[in-house]
């Protein structure tokens, strides 16, 4: 080989005088060995940034979706807690024990309901005993819840013999009450 036939160029990037033989042509440059393995470099370095980066941003939109689906599910099972626990409730509300409906007649007020009940006690009265008796305070032995007895003041009750009766309401004559099962002949033995 003469030194006639070397034929020399320059690096386009460092201006170096080069060989033509050991010059590279990269994207349209003619590069010397340096700057070829400078640029390698810088690619492989920018390569492996933008790899990096690459896996960065899938992390993040992995972590991401994983978080949005852990919050769905956390969603979730807040409001299956929430419904259970008001289902719960509902149940529980739904078997409680009402409270016992406490009477609330006034006797002295509902005079017509005081008045059912004496009957009815004078009959049971009458039952036990074979004849009415001489008042209605008698009918507290028993016979009559005591709240009924605060009305007693407003009737008038007279014994017309064992087994006859009048019961008035205040000043009102309401009816006059013959108790079933005895008759006169019975009840003036
Ligand atoms: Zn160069």
Redesign the pocket.
């Known amino acids: 080989m003469s030194k006639e036939q070397e034929k020399y160029t320059t690096?386009d990037?460092?201006g170096?005088r080069i060989l033509e033989k050991s010059a590279l042509e990269v994207d349209g440059l003619t590069?010397?060995g340096?700057?070829v393995v400078k640029q390698t470099k810088k690619e492989v370095a920018q390569a492996a940034k933008i790899a990096t980066e690459r896996k960065a941003e899938q992390y993040e939109a992995q972590r991401k979706a994983l978080s949005t689906q852990r919050n769905k599910r956390a969603l979730i099972a807040l409001v299956v807690t929430l419904l259970v626990f008001a289902a719960a409730q509902w149940f529980m509300a739904q078997n409680k024990p009402q409270p016992v409906q406490t009477a609330s007649i006034d006797f002295n007020k509902d005079l017509d309901s005081s008045y059912s009940l004496i009957v009815v006690a004078l009959d049971k009265y009458v039952a036990t005993n074979g004849k009415l008796p001489p008042s209605l305070n008698e009918l507290l032995n028993g016979y009559i819840p005591y709240p009924v007895a605060t009305a007693f003041h407003h009737f008038k009750y007279k014994r017309v013999s064992n087994d006859s009766y009048e019961l008035e309401i205040a000043a009102k004559k309401i009816t006059t009450l013959k108790t079933e099962g005895n008759n006169e002949s019975a009840a003036n033995k």
């Open positions: 690096c990037r460092c170096a590069l010397c340096d700057c």
